[in-house]
T-cell receptor
Framework: GAGVSQSPSNKVTEKGKDVELRCDPI?????LYWYRQSLGQGLEFLIY????????KSGLPSDRFSAERTGGSVSTLTIQRTQQEDSAVYLC??????????FGPGTRLTVL | GENVEQHPSTLSVQEGDSAVIKCTYS??????FPWYKQELGKRPQLIID?????GEKKDQRIAVTLNKTAKHFSLHITETQPEDSAVYFC????????????FGQGTTLQVKP
């Protein structure tokens, strides 16, 4: 079946604007994760969903960041009033159970 | 706190040589340790993983060892090939309930033909 998909692949925005990033996990995967990867850095955990609930939001860097998941499937990460330090690749991953996480191709966000 | 340290940050080897990347983790309760390979501009791909009830796991030219007492684990690649060139990330799961992964900073491996 299809892997994890994300859209858009690239997003350029102006400082202060809001952006929405979308993740379509592998069908049937109940766990969904968002990570952020800054240039030349490792992956930084942002938020974890189990079904539609988010029991672990500990990685969200500020209240400008929020995420939701509907129907136990698609997830949207929203960044309000974007700042230049938000520029990074945002990666989504899904898994069937605790264990192997399958990553999407990421959304490269550039805040001018 | 939750932390994973990875060394070295860069590694250059000749084709056919072995490569070793090492990671340490902070939480003794961690129980799952995956390794991901990321080629330039691509998504991370799982290459091997190990759970805390196992000391070593091997898959063809790739092996991972885990020392729970010392809280470190290592990736071993034998008979390296140019296509092994990539960034490698170790990670540790700090929660058996959520599967949340904390990643190391990555190792850029260059295999020279």
């Amino acid at each position: 079946g299809a892997g994890v998909s994300q859209s858009p692949s690239n997003k350029v925005t102006e400082k202060g604007k809001d952006v929405e990033l979308r993740c379509d996990p592998i069908s049937g995967h109940t766990a969904l994760y968002w990570y952020r990867q800054s240039l030349g850095q490792g992956l930084e955990f942002l938020i974890y969903f189990q079904g539609n609930s988010a029991p672990d939001k500990s990685g969200l860097p500020s209240d400008r960041f929020s995420a939701e998941r509907t129907g136990g499937s698609v997830s949207t990460l929203t960044i309000q009033r974007t700042q230049q330090e938000d520029s990074a690749v945002y990666l989504c991953a899904s898994s069937l159970q605790v264990g192997e996480q399958f990553f999407g191709p990421g959304t490269r966000l550039t805040v001018l | 706190g939750e932390n994973v340290e990875q060394h070295p940050s860069t590694l250059s080897v000749q084709e056919g040589d072995s490569a070793v990347i090492k990671c340490t983790y902070s939480d003794s309760a961690s129980n799952y340790f995956p390794w991901y390979k990321q080629e330039l501009g691509k998504r991370p791909q799982l290459i091997i993983d190990i759970r805390s009830n196992v000391g070593e796991k091997k898959d063809q030219r790739i092996a991972v060892t885990l020392n729970k007492t010392a809280k470190h684990f290592s990736l071993h690649i034998t008979e390296t090939q140019p296509e092994d060139s990539a960034v490698y990330f170790c990670a540790a799961s700090f929660s058996s309930n959520t599967g949340k992964l904390i990643f190391g900073q990555g190792t850029t491996l260059q295999v020279k033909p």
